[in-house]
């Protein structure tokens, strides 16, 4: 089992930076990939972006990748979404999910933060 908690989520103006953690516990030494995703009020789940065990940094989707930059700490421990130049737009419920060695999709979901832009 692994247990998701996200962190650093607040209220920003249009235009500032934010970084957010995911952080991992119980048996994230088997975690094979952490992904972040968002949820707009009304809107769909959008995927955001994710980083292998395997990789150094993070791959953001290509329309956030200019401003969204992911990385890890202390193996799969801690995943950090760094934000840049945030728009109202970004306004969402931002939450990870981990992804085991031997599993094909995500199943280990966090509960999120959210992280509202204000113009």
């Known amino acids: 089992q692994v247990q998701l908690t996200e962190s650093g989520g607040g209220p920003v103006q249009a235009g500032d930076s934010l970084r957010i953690t995911c952080t991992a516990s119980?048996?994230?030494?088997?975690?094979?990939?952490l992904a972040w995703f968002r949820r707009a009020p009304g809107k769909e789940r959008e995927f955001v972006g994710q980083i292998t065990r395997t990789s150094d940094v993070g791959e953001a989707s290509g329309s956030l990748m200019d401003r969204f930059t992911i990385s890890k700490e202390n193996g799969m421990n801690k995943m950090h979404l760094e934000m840049k130049n945030l728009r109202p737009e970004d306004t969402a419920n931002y939450f990870c999910?981990?992804?085991?060695?031997?599993?094909?999709?995500?199943?280990?979901w966090g509960r999120g933060t959210q992280v509202t832009v204000s113009s």
């Open positions: 119980g048996r994230y030494v088997s975690i094979y990939s």
């Open positions: 999910a981990a992804r085991m060695v031997e599993s094909p999709k995500y199943n280990f």
